[in-house]
């Protein structure tokens, strides 16, 4: 009669808090025959745990303290990668231990998977595996690639040194990424037409772009830091919310693609956010109802950039509206800089802002705008040297300004042309 009583329970939902769910079955890579700390590959006793793991229904594959060397391994659905603290997957710097030399090599790799989880406090190491034939005559394999998942949890853990991208997701959706700290390499996460994810308290030092890749769908980024030696977001996504992160620039880890071509190599990092919809992705979706909530920069380049004609990976489709709110950025270097599509569909909106160029580069406009629907600004304050205009806007529709300040303050502090309909509020007294 017992397990009649439990199943009736747990349909009524009447189980007692002190019932506590079945422990997962573990399969630490140990018993498979994993070493640590040696220089024989450990891929073929890691693959055995994951496949035992994944044949067995699920649970959790364990690597503990230790350096466990590896090749391309491949995951499995209701399987958990757990890395114990002070323990190190360690990527194999020779590239073809991950397949075939191709694109889509990676240490770890997923494809048409449910419910995949990788989860630290471990790290993940990528050894700078280089590529002589991959792109840029140097990028190797991706630490983490996965398509056409679904339900994934990447957490705790570090992820350094890639060969390539540190989190790579195509088609996939319903991701959580979560108090991951990512270190040098290429891009941080790398998603193409992915929808639902949640990026939260995760910290981004990149050689390249922290969060990139378009056509995606119902982004979330919260409480995260963002710093980078190209842009924190090189994205494409329609319904964006970035709340309560910090940016800041130079970047901790050099630009490896500059530096291949010579020289020390790149660090100054290059915008905030970047409008990305390269017209050799075929992109689908523009980039619409960004809300980019209480967040500080500092020391960037540029707040954002678009130009639906001459910018880079930005002409496959147009960024449409755009709203900051509560945001600082402080010693910035270029205007925030738009060229809209001809159909006017790009509505700026900055309430409760403050920007300032650096004192080597005030004399610019702060805000240069061109081809628009309608700019809001709402108590705002735009900083430069004072010599030019901080507002500079051209063929649009409708500019609506409300205690805006220029400073320092001068006599035309607005430059406004062919606007369709112009309002401006009475300064306070």
């Not at 230790?66 to 659905?77: C, K, N, P, Q, V």
């Not at 993940?124 to 339900?151: M, S, T, V, Y």
């Amino acid at each position: 009669m017992k397990p009649t009583i439990v199943c009736a329970a747990l349909a009524l939902g009447l189980t007692s808090p002190a019932v506590a769910a079945p422990p997962a079955a573990e399969f630490p890579i140990t018993r498979y025959g994993a070493t640590a700390d040696d220089e024989r590959p450990d891929t073929e006793a890691i693959q055995r745990a994951i496949d035992a793991c994944g044949a067995a229904g699920g649970g959790v594959v364990r690597v503990p303290k230790g350096r466990f060397l590896s090749g391309g391994l491949r995951l499995a659905s209701n399987v958990r990668l757990v890395l114990d603290r002070d323990a190190v997957l360690q990527g194999s710097t020779n590239h073809l231990d991950y397949g075939k030399g191709g694109w889509n090599d990676a240490l770890l790799v997923g494809e048409n998977l449910n419910n995949v989880a990788i989860e630290g406090p471990g790290r993940i190491d990528g050894a700078d595996c280089q590529n002589p034939k991959g792109e840029e005559g140097f990028r190797g394999p991706h630490a983490i690639r996965l398509a056409k998942c679904e339900n994934i949890a990447i957490a705790g853990l570090t992820i350094e040194r890639a060969g390539n991208y540190a989190v790579l997701c195509r088609d996939c959706a319903a991701a959580t990424i979560e108090k991951v700290s990512f270190r040098g390499g290429h891009d941080g996460v790398h998603a193409q037409a992915c929808g639902k994810f949640r990026v939260r308290e995760c910290d981004f030092r990149t050689g390249d772009d922290c969060l990139a890749g378009c056509d995606n769908t119902h982004f979330e980024v919260v409480g995260c830091k963002i710093n980078s030696s190209c842009n924190g977001f090189r994205l494409g996504c329609l319904g964006l919310l970035v709340k309560d992160c910090t940016f800041w620039g130079p970047g901790e880890h050099v630009h490896l693609v500059s530096r291949r071509s010579g020289g020390p190599g790149r660090i100054n990092m290059l915008s905030a956010f970047v409008h990305f919809a390269p017209k050799d992705r075929n992109p689908k979706l523009p980039s619409d109802n960004w809300l980019i909530q209480n967040c500080t920069m500092d020391n960037v380049d540029t707040v954002y950039g678009y130009d639906i004609e001459r910018g880079v990976w930005q002409t496959g489709q147009p960024a449409k509206r755009l709203r900051f709110e509560g945001v600082k950025a402080t010693r910035v270097a270029q205007p925030l800089r738009v060229l809209g599509d001809a159909e006017r569909q790009f509505d700026l909106t900055l309430e409760n802002v403050s920007i300032t160029l650096r004192d080597d580069r005030a004399d610019r406009e702060v805000l240069n705008i061109e081809r628009f629907g309608r700019l809001t600004l709402r108590n705002v304050t735009l900083a430069n040297g004072g010599k030019v205009p901080v507002l500079r806007a051209r063929n649009g529709k409708a500019v609506s300004l409300d205690r805006v300040t220029a400073a320092p303050e001068r006599d035309a502090p607005f430059a406004l042309e062919q606007i369709g309909e112009i309002r401006q509020a009475a300064k306070p007294d």
